[in-house]
């Protein structure tokens, strides 16, 4: 195993080996009173806290608990709006949704649920959610979706985060997408997925840990390979696959941004790089109907969904081949019997924002 072999591993075992466990509805409880401490309506501040805990639940750690202190330092500054109602109307057939700049952790399930009940009657619903902040973990409002028996595309263009190597600054967002649709045998499939070699949490993460990143990850303002993760955060993150990659950033860009007419915009750090992203920004979301638009209706869709996956499975019988999802889905129902899993780093981040709110962590 090479070096950079042996990094990548570290950080996969890192991610999956919790440190410390917290039970979830207490962790849930105390998420929702530090953002209703910081301004969000208590109805909201619940929604919000369900979504970023249940993503550390499925192990998507960079995505859940560890954006509260960035959160909620942007609430207080109103980078991020506290309290508003997103507003939802019709436009050309698609469901539009101006979220007011709030939390994308309060807009976007409410733009779903909203999107879910149009689909009743529908084969097919297009949801432009604008104005919105980070969305966190995309992959699950897709979830959502497919618990309530749809498919769900969704995506969201970010700031400027990622470049081609030898680029001096960032040229567009790492643009996450994630698609998940329900199974007639099995939890949900759910591909979420940044257009990033990593997602710029783990390299967050990295830079709380003192650790270096993998090669291949990112490049320094100047544009040279680094495994230093503060010298990433300062240049730009590598799209997977090379020009695919990049390929792939640019329809986000498109279908998220520039169909809503988004105002092109960068937040550059004094120090280089871009600041992670706060309100502004823009969602792109496409639910569909196996009930009513499959041939057959849902036992069609069903049918084909089952022996596609079932032949997929029984073709790895010498490997370890798991559908996407299903090792999330273990996760929570780990995390529900057990406790939600929190990084050290994390945890410590946490429990001081809970002294200095007077609100202490469970």
């Known amino acids: ?16 080996a919790p440190v410390e466990r917290v039970d979830w509805t207490a962790l849930e409880n105390w998420v929702a009173a530090i953002l209703g401490r910081a301004g969000v309506e208590p109805q909201e501040a619940k929604l919000a806290a369900h979504v970023l805990v249940r993503s550390d639940a499925r192990g998507f750690g960079t995505h859940g608990v560890s954006r509260l202190v960035s959160y909620v330092g942007k609430l207080k500054t109103g980078e991020i709006a506290p309290r508003g109602a997103p507003v939802f109307s019709e436009v050309a057939g698609a469901l539009r949704i101006d979220g007011a700049g709030l939390l994308g952790q309060v807009v976007t399930p409410k733009a779903v649920d909203a999107g879910l009940e ?55 967002g790492n643009n996450p997408l994630a698609l998940a649709a329900p199974r007639p045998d099995g939890p949900p499939i759910v591909i979420d997925m ?32 680094t495994t230093d993760a503060n010298a990433a955060l300062r240049g730009s993150l590598l799209p997977f696959g090379g020009h695919k990659g990049m390929a792939l950033a640019m329809i986000v860009e498109i279908l998220a941004a520039s169909l809503s007419g988004a105002a092109h915009s960068e937040r550059l750090n004094p120090e280089g790089g871009v600041q992670s992203a706060s309100g502004g920004l823009n969602a792109f979301c496409l639910l569909l109907s196996p009930d009513n638009m499959t041939p057959g209706g849902r036992a069609g869709y069903d049918r084909h969904m089952a022996a596609w996956t079932q032949t997929y499975c029984a073709a790895g019988e010498t490997v370890s081949v798991r559908i996407p999802g299903e090792r999330a889905a273990q996760s929570e129902a780990q995390a529900r019997k057990e406790g ?18 007077g609100i202490l962590m469970p």
């Open 340 to 357: 939600v899993p929190l990084a050290r780093s994390v945890a410590a981040e946490l429990a001081a924002l809970g002294r200095d709110t």
């Open 118 to 172: 149009l689909l009743r009657k529908r084969g097919s619903v297009v949801c432009q959610i604008r104005d919105t902040a980070h969305l966190g973990a995309v992959g699950m409002y897709a979830l959502r979706a497919a618990e309530a028996g749809a498919i769900c595309l969704i995506m969201q263009a970010t700031s400027p985060v990622m470049a081609t190597q030898g680029a001096t600054r960032p040229m567009i």
């Open 1 to 16: 195993m090479t070096k950079t072999e042996q990094t990548a591993a570290a950080f996969r075992y890192r991610d999956t």
């Open 194 to 225: 940044a257009c990033c070699m990593a997602a710029r949490g783990n390299i967050l993460l990295a830079a709380r840990e003192g650790d270096a990143i993998p090669e291949g990850w990112a490049i320094d303002p100047e544009g040279r390979p």
